[in-house]
């Protein structure tokens, strides 16, 4: 995944910033590796089950862990690193190296390991991998990462290019004016970023069907290739929607009908990002409908985030952050009560649309679905709120 993203960064740049930006994508997995291996894990994983404890206080620098938590702490340590790098693109040409690297520290040892503390493990409050007194007799799924990864890495680099600002000459001139027409730095190479799109599509594979291991349902690895098509099919939807909505706007708008490849790269990672919330419980057609949003969702935010002259320049806030937010709540809408009940061991509260077709309008998980969002947002500004003002 590391290096998908170190290839997508490098393409979307300009030649003369590839270095910089290369060696914030290696700052990101360092930094992440070493704030995950002091204090991350712990904070996450570590210590008690009890539901009641907001925070764990064991396995700090990896002490008392057996062979096979030890494995389980390198697996975990992909997913940190991944959220942190996503903000390594957005940030491209900016950012003072020393202060990159304190950001990664921090993501990894403090605000990442909170998310996923409530989220994934068994004493959160959020959690759905508990067989017992779960939130409403649910919990929030979100398998492999929707929210924990992706809208953490993504609101974070929304917040970080807020307060850097824009590229020089990007929405304003040497004087600080409004430009009319937002200036385009397209990036060197598509090659490279196509490269990397590949890469990261086959490494989501390792994401999803991996994310298995942490349920302990006999049948769960039965399912391994349910997600791997789900996988598949929401990047395929993604792509193809994001690129035939493009071309038919562009045709409108021009009268030439032409076809972009960066946004087609761009719309099959929204479809990645948003399917990992529910890769393991949904059907394989609601996959397919997943990725037709996310690909229509990325067009939008893609084009609003230039028209609030917010200057991302990998578009990983629509990508990320606005995919992450629908992933997590599609789960909501599309969960299959035969996969709930298979993989989590109870079915009472379904996606909203098959609680419909019953006559009921149930939506338990779905309210699940959207405390887990709005808690994770609140979070993320909260932690970075205070921290700005202890800076200052």
Same mark, same amino acid.
């Given at each position: 995944?590391?290096?998908?993203?170190?290839?997508?960064?490098?393409?979307?740049?300009?030649?003369?910033?590839?270095?910089?930006?290369?060696?914030?994508?290696?700052?990101?997995?360092?930094?992440?590796?070493?704030?995950?291996?002091?204090?991350?894990?712990?904070?996450?994983?570590?210590?008690?089950?009890?539901?009641? /404890?907001?925070?764990?206080?064991?396995?700090?620098?990896?002490?008392?862990?057996?062979?096979?938590?030890?494995?389980?702490?390198?697996?975990? +340590?992909?997913?940190?690193?991944?959220?942190?790098?996503?903000?390594?693109?957005?940030?491209?040409?900016?950012?003072?190296?020393?202060?990159?690297?304190?950001?990664?520290?921090?993501?990894?040892?403090?605000?990442?390991?909170?998310?996923?503390?409530?989220?994934?493990?068994?004493?959160?409050?959020?959690?759905?991998?508990?067989?017992?007194?779960? +939130?409403?007799?649910?919990?929030?799924?979100?398998?492999?990462?929707?929210? @924990?990864?992706?809208?953490?890495?993504?609101?974070?680099?929304?917040?970080?290019?807020?307060?850097?600002?824009?590229?020089?000459?990007?929405?304003?001139?040497?004087?600080?004016?409004?430009?009319?027409?937002?200036?385009?730095?397209?990036?060197?190479?598509?090659?490279?970023?196509? +490269?990397?799109?590949?890469?990261?599509?086959?490494?989501?594979?390792?994401?999803?069907?991996?994310?298995?291991?942490?349920?302990?349902?006999?049948?769960?690895? /039965?399912? @391994?290739?349910?997600?791997?098509?789900?996988?598949?099919?929401?990047?395929?939807?993604?792509?193809?929607?994001?690129?035939?909505?493009?071309?038919?706007?562009?045709?409108?708008?021009?009268?030439? @009908?032409?076809?972009?490849?960066?946004?087609?790269?761009?719309?099959?990672?929204?479809?990645?990002?948003?399917?990992?919330?529910?890769?393991?419980?949904?059907?394989?057609?609601?996959?397919?409908?997943?990725? $037709?949003?996310?690909?229509?969702?990325?067009?939008?935010?893609?084009?609003?985030?230039?028209?609030?002259? $917010?200057?991302?320049?990998?578009?990983?806030?629509?990508?990320?952050?606005?995919?992450?937010?629908?992933?997590?709540?599609?789960?909501?809408?599309?969960?299959?009560?035969?996969?709930?009940? $298979? +993989?989590?061991?109870?079915?009472?509260?379904?996606?909203?649309?098959?609680?419909?077709?019953?006559?009921?309008?149930?939506? /338990?998980?779905?309210?699940?679905?959207?405390?887990?969002?709005?808690?994770?947002?609140?979070?993320?500004?909260?932690?970075?709120?205070?921290?700005?003002?202890?800076?200052?």
């Amino acid at each position: 995944m590391q290096a998908g993203f170190a290839m997508i960064a490098a393409g979307c740049v300009r030649t003369n910033n590839i270095q910089n930006t290369l060696l914030k994508n290696l700052l990101d997995a360092c930094g992440a590796a070493l704030g995950f291996y002091t204090v991350g894990y712990a904070f996450a994983w570590g210590g008690s089950t009890d539901r009641n /404890t907001t925070q764990n206080t064991e396995s700090f620098f990896m002490m008392g862990l057996d062979f096979a938590e030890l494995s389980f702490w390198l697996f975990q +340590l992909a997913f940190c690193s991944a959220s942190a790098t996503i903000v390594a693109g957005t940030l491209a040409e900016r950012c003072q190296m020393g202060a990159y690297l304190g950001y990664s520290l921090m993501l990894a040892g403090f605000v990442y390991p909170v998310i996923v503390h409530q989220i994934w493990s068994p004493s959160g409050f959020l959690t759905a991998q508990r067989e017992t007194d779960v +939130l409403w007799g649910v919990g929030m799924v979100d398998f492999a990462g929707s929210t @924990v990864v992706h809208l953490t890495g993504g609101m974070t680099a929304l917040i970080a290019t807020k307060i850097l600002g824009p590229r020089a000459g990007r929405f304003y001139d040497l004087r600080g004016r409004v430009l009319d027409t937002p200036k385009d730095f397209p990036g060197h190479s598509l090659a490279l970023q196509m +490269l990397g799109v590949f890469i990261l599509w086959f490494g989501w594979y390792g994401f999803n069907t991996g994310s298995i291991i942490r349920l302990t349902n006999d049948l769960r690895y /039965t399912y @391994v290739s349910k997600i791997a098509i789900n996988t598949t099919l929401a990047a395929a939807s993604g792509t193809v929607t994001t690129l035939f909505i493009h071309t038919v706007v562009q045709e409108r708008l021009t009268g030439e @009908v032409t076809y972009n490849l960066q946004y087609a790269m761009n719309g099959c990672l929204s479809g990645l990002v948003a399917i990992t919330a529910g890769c393991s419980v949904i059907e394989s057609w609601a996959s397919i409908i997943i990725g $037709i949003v996310a690909g229509g969702l990325y067009l939008v935010f893609s084009r609003q985030l230039v028209k609030c002259r $917010i200057d991302d320049a990998v578009d990983a806030i629509p990508v990320h952050m606005i995919n992450g937010i629908w992933g997590t709540f599609s789960v909501g809408l599309f969960a299959s009560p035969n996969l709930l009940e $298979i +993989l989590y061991g109870r079915s009472d509260h379904v996606g909203w649309f098959y609680s419909l077709s019953k006559g009921s309008a149930d939506a /338990t998980l779905l309210a699940c679905q959207v405390v887990g969002i709005i808690f994770t947002a609140g979070k993320l500004f909260n932690h970075y709120f205070t921290c700005s003002l202890t800076f200052v």
